[in-house]
């Protein structure tokens, strides 16, 4: 079945840096990938979508990168700010177009000031 | 803007009470769905509906139900709370040709 993994649960940066998470899945390569954002207490947010013939999205300091060779997405937040801090969740389709996301755990990002 | 509602955002109940929780939304989308999340485990798909009185069971639909008797509301029903059915509920819906899909506040039960 497929699984979709997200390796670190918690990464720490300081402000004004780059963060990078990491998005991996396993089996068939998705339609597309999505990432998500979900702050304490509340719902996910969706922020960027890629497909699997685009190699790269971006989204003002947002961009991500779709390796459907290492089955791998990498999601960057360049300049990082205190505001960025939350947790990031990848999801992909499975079962078809009219299937279900699967998501990913999350990688909590703090960014210190 | 989408808006994806849901009926409380703070819950507590006994255990073997009876649970509903109602999620709304008003983008006329045809699919919603019930998740629950909890630490370490993420988020996991209890039912989803595709339309009005359909539903099918995700990857964990026991001790579960839902009722889908209009486009705009899903219901998830606990049966009869346990406490192992203490978690963050989150309901989402997105069109059917759509891929973004939208999530409510959620609702954090506890079950004593």
């Known amino acids: 079945s497929q699984k979709i993994e997200q390796n670190s649960e918690a990464l720490n940066i300081q402000e004004g840096k780059t963060a990078t998470l990491t998005c991996n899945y396993t089996n068939y390569s998705p339609a597309y990938l999505q990432w998500y954002r979900q702050d304490p207490g509340r719902g996910p947010v969706f922020l960027l979508l890629?497909?699997?013939?685009?190699k790269e999205k971006r989204k003002e300091r947002l961009k991500v990168t779709f390796d459907t060779t290492l089955k791998q997405s990498l999601f960057h937040i360049t300049a990082s700010q205190p505001a960025d801090s939350a947790t990031y969740l990848c999801?992909?389709?499975?079962?078809?177009?009219?299937?279900?996301?699967?998501f990913g755990k999350g990688t909590k990002l703090s960014v210190k000031p | 803007d989408v808006k994806v509602t849901q009926s409380s955002r703070y819950l507590v109940k006994r255990t073997g009470e009876k649970v509903f929780l109602e999620c709304v939304q008003d983008m006329d989308h045809e699919n919603m769905f019930w998740y629950r999340q909890d630490p370490g485990l993420g988020l996991r798909l209890i039912y989803f509906s595709y339309d009005v009185k359909m539903k099918e069971k995700g990857d964990i639909p026991e001790g579960y139900s839902v009722s889908r008797e209009k486009k705009e509301r899903f219901s998830l029903i606990l049966e009869s709370a346990s406490t192992n059915q203490t978690s963050m509920y989150l309901c989402?819906?997105?069109?059917?040709?759509?891929?973004?899909?939208?999530f409510g506040p959620g609702t954090r039960l506890l079950v004593l």
């Open positions: 989402a819906s997105r069109t059917a040709n759509q891929e973004t899909q939208y």
């Open positions: 890629i497909r699997e013939n685009e």
């Open positions: 999801a992909l389709l499975y079962g078809g177009s009219q299937g279900n996301l699967i």
